[in-house]
């Protein structure tokens, strides 16, 4: 069946990286647009960044932009974020989502599976 | 501040309908670009609900609806029924962020 497992969260101070990872199985990996969500304790979801099936576009939430990189190795059907300049108001659950369609324009695209998400604290 | 307005909170008795709104703008819902919902039940991953505007993925009950006007779309639960108790969330495309853009989430409680 279709799988995404995150992994890499835990508690970083701020300022420093961190790197999450997200496993794929039970699909073509490198067929499909892939995202990042977040969800800060108490809050609601947020869009971090897609990347293309092919790795050939990559977009970013303004509050990200500049800060993190999305990239995926589609040899290994792993989805990465690294996480730079990590801020307080980055702590949150981060959900991996697949494109629902494959091959297709983001915008006309929907999540579909989510990830069980990984926990990211950003605390001194 | 979300892109997407959605109402906080909404509630209703077992057996009730309830709706829940997800207002946009001319970038997003009223550019034409397509409107899904999620269900959130306590402690869990997202979970899509309804897709392009008012399409229902295999295994979700068709008490589920959705519909879009305008810059608007809605969510409608008939029937309501004690697992139903969740968080929704609507999601759309914006052309001016280039990104996807969430409703801030309803809280539904079945009293």
């Known amino acids: 069946q279709v799988q995404l497992v995150e992994s890499g969260g835990g508690v970083v101070q701020p300022g420093r990286s961190l790197r999450l990872s997200c496993a794929a199985s039970?699909?073509?990996?490198?067929?499909?647009?892939m995202h990042w969500v977040r969800q800060a304790p108490g809050k609601g979801l947020e869009w971090v960044a897609v990347i293309w099936y092919d790795g050939s576009n990559k977009y970013y939430a303004d509050s990200v932009k500049g800060r993190f990189t999305i990239s995926r190795d589609n040899s290994k059907n792993t989805l990465y974020l690294q996480m730079n300049s990590l801020r307080a108001e980055d702590t949150a659950v981060y959900y991996c989502?697949?494109?629902?369609?494959?091959?297709?324009?983001?915008?006309?695209?929907?999540?579909?599976?989510w990830g069980q998400g990984t926990l990211v604290t950003v605390s001194s | 501040q979300s892109v997407l307005t959605q109402p906080p909170s909404v509630s209703g008795a077992p057996g009730q309908r309830v709706t829940i709104s997800c207002t946009g703008s001319?970038?997003?819902?009223?550019?034409?670009?397509?409107v899904h919902w999620y269900q959130q039940l306590p402690g869990t991953a997202p979970k899509l609900l309804i897709y392009?505007?008012?399409n229902r993925p295999s295994g979700v009950p068709d008490r589920f609806s959705g519909s879009k006007s305008g810059t608007s779309a809605s969510l409608a639960i008939t029937g309501l029924q004690a697992e139903d108790e969740a968080d929704y969330y609507c999601?759309?495309?914006?052309?001016?962020?280039?990104?996807?853009?969430f409703g801030g989430g309803t809280k539904l409680t079945v009293l």
């Open positions: 392009g505007n008012s």
């Open positions: 999601q759309s495309y914006d052309s001016s962020l280039t990104g996807g853009v």
């Open positions: 001319s970038s997003n819902i009223g550019a034409g670009y397509d």
């Open positions: 039970g699909f073509t990996f490198s067929s499909y647009g």
């Open positions: 989502a697949r494109d629902a369609l494959p091959k297709s324009d983001f915008e006309n695209n929907w999540f579909d599976p």
